[in-house]
């Protein structure tokens, strides 16, 4: 069955930007939706956003203006950058699959059904 | 963006107790809401999809009803293994709060 593994550094400075890498195991990252999640420890769960292998990609309008994420379909890996990093960035990162399907231009959504471990990312000096 | 609110936010009750725990949204989802359930250090599972639909492998004690502003999650004889904190989300994206559900 599919798998997901998140990669990257586990601490970085403030005002910096993360990088993370999701790789996608046991099936293929085409024609799919994937997003990001994060949790801040002891608090709730926080989408990032969702992109399409297609190319298109839509972010929480909380963090907008400082997330991109991208996709390298040849290493079935999909990325998330995160810039200006603050105290209130440090989180476990999860990556996930994004069980959307869309008929015309109408998006269904069936869940979150694959998700990563997750990866705990630490922004201090 | 629409807004959900879970209610109660923390729920005490013992094994074979039925529960229900609440997710209201600020608007309109139709149907477009799922439920998931995390346990500490691990990620989140999927449970329910579409408000009422059943992840396939989960048992059939939890089931989901709702369409619109509201909707609920009930757990029909609770297990030991289902003392967890539960999440609604709608349309693939916003969270809400979360609901602890722990022993009595």
């Known amino acids: 069955q599919v798998r997901l593994q998140e990669s990257g550094p586990r601490l970085v400075k403030p005002s910096e930007t993360l990088s993370l890498t999701c790789t996608v195991s046991?099936?293929?990252?085409?024609?799919?939706?994937w997003s990001w999640v994060r949790q801040p420890a002891g608090k709730g769960l926080e989408w990032i956003g969702r992109l399409y292998i297609g190319g298109s990609t839509i972010y929480n309008a909380s963090l907008q203006s400082r997330v991109v994420m991208s996709v390298d379909t040849s290493r079935n890996q999909f990325f998330l950058k995160l810039t200006s990093l603050t105290a209130a960035d440090t989180a476990v990162y999860f990556c996930?699959?994004?069980?959307?399907?869309?008929?015309?231009?109408?998006?269904?959504?069936?869940?979150?059904?694959?998700w990563g471990p997750g990866t705990t990312v630490t922004v201090s000096s | 963006d629409t807004q959900l609110t879970q209610s109660p936010s923390t729920l005490s009750a013992s094994v074979g107790d039925k529960v229900s725990i609440t997710c209201r949204a600020s608007?309109?989802?139709?149907?477009?809401l799922a439920w998931y359930q995390q346990k500490p250090g691990k990620a989140p599972k999927l449970l329910i999809y579409?408000?009422?639909s059943l992840e396939s492998g989960v048992p059939s004690r939890f089931s989901g009803s709702g369409s619109g502003t509201e909707f609920t999650l009930t757990i029909t004889s609770l297990q030991p293994d289902d003392f967890a904190t539960y999440y609604c989300q709608h349309s693939n994206s916003y969270f809400g709060p979360g609901t602890k559900v722990d022993i009595k």
């Open positions: 996930t699959r994004d069980h959307v399907l869309v008929v015309g231009d109408v998006p269904h959504y069936f869940g979150m059904d694959v």
């Open positions: 046991g099936g293929s990252i085409n024609s799919h939706f």
């Open positions: 579409k408000a009422s």
């Open positions: 608007q309109s989802v139709d149907t477009w």
